[in-house]
């Protein structure tokens, strides 16, 4: 594979609701081991954005490419290529109906046609990786607290050896106490190389784990740049709003 | 002494046995309803929540059409119109029965369980499909385990529902429970004690196949999973 080209490419990306444009040509590139955080105010499209990268929502037009396969060709296999987009929910979705462990190793056996052995090896590393200890591997997510459904998401994404990591404010819905240790394994993961790209409102994660900081607003990227330029010396109204309010809030 | 002889208890030990074995019919008849309209009903509930236009408004018309004929016409239409002379096949009361049981069965099956599709969070099939499944692996894998585990209360009350109906059948001649009461009330000329009994039949027959259900939900149920604990 050619180093050159980027893990993930999206150009001139758009999307409406209803005659609600709410992406209006959105291009961004992510890098093999780069971490990307995506920001912007409620409602702007950040959801949409990560959704439209591995076609759960379908854009309007543009184009995506992953590791240079172009995803919104009518002729690529999308299931195939979501494989190696892993993808973490705000609300964690894991599998009711499954433990801990065939949460992690169902899209190794249906999806890959891993067998169950093997793939029980791969899910015991992934949860390994994110601190998941095996006296939760037989529990059903009922049973298990927030942060902890959350690792276990990660780790069901993590097993698929994806190319990509999608996550979407992964810890919007955990009681403050939790957010730390999910943050946490996100940042080992990014720190290890793990290609990332995250929507999240933690500022301060954000200054940490990102090579890049991207700003949303009105359906475009309108700032971009490492963490500690765009904070030294934010440009856009919206970012510099944002950045205040935040800070305001957190006090 | 004359109690026994107005009541026919007397006889009480010659018809018993014979209602008993209507008691099997009857449980013939519901099994093979119930299992039709399963069988129908499931792929029913699938094509409507998942399918095309065409098969969600076939689906809607099935529904619609079964669920406005009473049973008795059906058993009717089955038996002197339908089967022999649209399809041209003789098939015996019991049979026709059963058809009729369980294509009636399947539209409210095809309800229940598609209520029971409809309950299960959206996030589970784009989780699903996150990870890679096709449309249907999503549903074959995720979202039918736990739509079925949900639907069992609603099969429990269908079951419960049959039951009852399959008396019905009678006006084939099926032999199952009605039937055989009839026919030995009119061989002994006493009423009470035989629809006593039927009905005795009845709630036992409801009372375990409920209860049967009931530990089959216990079973398989999952904690968290909307009913459990
Ligand atoms: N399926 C949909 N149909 C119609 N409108 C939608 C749909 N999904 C999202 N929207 C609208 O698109 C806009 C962008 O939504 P999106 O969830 O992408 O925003 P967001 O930036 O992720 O917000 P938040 O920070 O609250 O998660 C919102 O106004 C939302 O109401
Ligand atoms: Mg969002």
Same mark, same amino acid.
């Given at each position: 594979?050619?180093?050159?080209?980027?893990?993930?490419?999206?150009?001139? /990306?758009?999307?409406?609701? $209803? *005659?609600? +444009?709410? #992406?209006? &040509? @959105?291009? =961004?590139?992510?890098?093999?081991?780069?971490?990307?955080?995506?920001?912007?105010?409620?409602?702007?499209?950040?959801?949409?954005?990560?959704?439209?990268?591995?076609? /759960?929502?379908?854009?309007? $037009? *543009?184009? +995506?490419? #992953?590791? &240079? @396969?172009? =995803?919104?060709?009518?002729?690529?296999?999308?299931?195939?290529?979501?494989?190696?987009?892993?993808?973490?929910?705000?609300?964690?979705?894991?599998?009711?109906?499954?433990?801990?462990?065939?949460?992690?190793?169902?899209?190794?056996?249906?999806?890959?046609?891993?067998?169950?052995?093997?793939?029980?090896?791969?899910?015991?590393?992934?949860?390994?990786?994110?601190?998941?200890?095996?006296?939760?591997?037989?529990?059903?997510?009922?049973?298990?607290?927030?942060?902890?459904?959350?690792?276990?998401?990660?780790?069901?994404?993590?097993?698929?050896?994806?190319?990509?990591?999608?996550?979407?404010?992964?810890?919007?819905?955990?009681?403050?106490?939790?957010?730390?240790?999910?943050?946490?394994?996100?940042?080992?993961?990014?720190?290890?190389?793990?290609?990332?790209?995250?929507?999240?409102?933690?500022?301060?994660?954000?200054?940490?784990?990102?090579?890049?900081?991207?700003?949303?607003?009105?359906?475009?990227?309108?700032?971009?740049?490492?963490?500690?330029?765009?904070?030294?010396?934010?440009?856009?109204?919206?970012?510099?709003?944002?950045?205040?309010?935040?800070?305001?809030?957190?006090? | 002494?004359?109690?026994?002889?107005?009541?026919?208890?007397?006889?009480?030990?010659?018809?018993?046995?014979?209602?008993?074995?209507?008691?099997?019919?009857?449980?013939?008849?519901?099994?093979?309803?119930?299992?039709?309209?399963?069988?129908?009903?499931?792929?029913?509930?699938?094509?409507?929540?998942?399918?095309?236009?065409?098969?969600?408004?076939?689906?809607?018309?099935?529904?619609?059409?079964?669920?406005?004929?009473?049973?008795?016409?059906?058993?009717?239409?089955?038996?002197?119109?339908?089967?022999?002379?649209?399809?041209?096949?003789?098939?015996?009361?019991?049979?026709?029965?059963?058809?009729?049981?369980?294509?009636?069965?399947?539209?409210?099956?095809?309800?229940?369980?598609?209520?029971?599709?409809?309950?299960?969070?959206?996030?589970?099939?784009?989780?699903?499909?996150?990870?890679?499944?096709?449309?249907?692996?999503?549903?074959?894998?995720?979202?039918?385990?736990?739509?079925?585990?949900?639907?069992?209360?609603?099969?429990?009350?269908?079951?419960?529902?049959?039951?009852?109906?399959?008396?019905?059948?009678?006006?084939?001649?099926?032999?199952?429970?009605?039937?055989?009461?009839?026919?030995?009330?009119?061989?002994?000329?006493?009423?009470?004690?035989?629809?006593?009994?039927?009905?005795?039949?009845?709630?036992?027959?409801?009372?375990?196949?409920?209860?049967?259900?009931?530990?089959?939900?216990?079973?398989?149920?999952?904690?968290?999973?909307?009913?459990?604990?």
């Amino acid at each position: 594979m050619n180093s050159n080209i980027p893990v993930l490419k999206v150009e001139n /990306l758009k999307k409406s609701y $209803s *005659g609600r +444009i709410i #992406l209006d &040509g @959105v291009n =961004l590139e992510v890098d093999k081991g780069e971490t990307k955080v995506i920001l912007g105010p409620s409602g702007v499209g950040k959801s949409t954005l990560l959704r439209c990268i591995n076609m /759960l929502t379908l854009p309007d $037009s *543009g184009k +995506i490419w #992953l590791e &240079g @396969v172009e =995803l919104t060709n009518p002729n690529t296999d999308i299931n195939k290529m979501r494989q190696k987009i892993g993808f973490v929910f705000q609300d964690f979705n894991l599998f009711h109906h499954l433990t801990v462990l065939k949460n992690v190793t169902i899209g190794l056996t249906k999806v890959k046609k891993i067998p169950e052995e093997e793939a029980i090896k791969i899910a015991a590393s992934a949860l390994e990786k994110v601190h998941i200890p095996n006296t939760l591997w037989n529990k059903y997510p009922a049973q298990i607290s927030g942060g902890e459904k959350q690792r276990v998401a990660i780790a069901r994404a993590l097993a698929m050896k994806p190319s990509i990591m999608l996550y979407d404010e992964p810890t919007s819905a955990l009681d403050p106490q939790l957010v730390g240790e999910v943050l946490q394994v996100i940042k080992e993961l990014s720190t290890a190389g793990m290609t990332s790209l995250i929507v999240t409102h933690e500022l301060h994660f954000a200054l940490e784990v990102a090579n890049e900081l991207l700003f949303i607003y009105n359906g475009k990227i309108v700032e971009q740049g490492p963490p500690e330029e765009v904070f030294a010396n934010p440009k856009h109204d919206m970012v510099k709003k944002y950045i205040a309010s935040i800070y305001s809030r957190k006090g | 002494m004359r109690c026994a002889e107005i009541f026919g208890l007397g006889l009480l030990g010659s018809y018993l046995p014979y209602m008993l074995e209507g008691a099997i019919w009857t449980f013939a008849l519901v099994g093979g309803g119930l299992t039709l309209g399963f069988a129908m009903g499931v792929p029913f509930a699938i094509l409507r929540v998942y399918g095309g236009k065409g098969a969600k408004a076939a689906i809607d018309a099935y529904v619609w059409v079964y669920r406005s004929i009473p049973l008795i016409v059906l058993l009717f239409l089955y038996y002197w119109g339908i089967f022999p002379v649209i399809l041209g096949v003789k098939l015996s009361a019991m049979a026709t029965s059963i058809l009729a049981l369980g294509t009636r069965d399947a539209a409210y099956e095809t309800m229940i369980f598609r209520a029971a599709l409809e309950s299960i969070d959206p996030g589970q099939m784009l989780a699903a499909r996150s990870l890679g499944m096709t449309r249907w692996q999503a549903v074959r894998t995720i979202v039918l385990p736990q739509a079925l585990r949900i639907a069992i209360p609603g099969w429990t009350n269908q079951y419960a529902i049959m039951l009852k109906d399959s008396s019905i059948c009678f006006a084939l001649g099926v032999l199952e429970i009605l039937t055989r009461t009839r026919y030995v009330t009119i061989s002994i000329g006493s009423y009470f004690i035989p629809y006593l009994i039927a009905g005795i039949l009845f709630i036992i027959l409801t009372y375990g196949g409920t209860k049967v259900f009931n530990i089959v939900y216990e079973k398989v149920q999952i904690p968290g999973l909307v009913g459990g604990k």
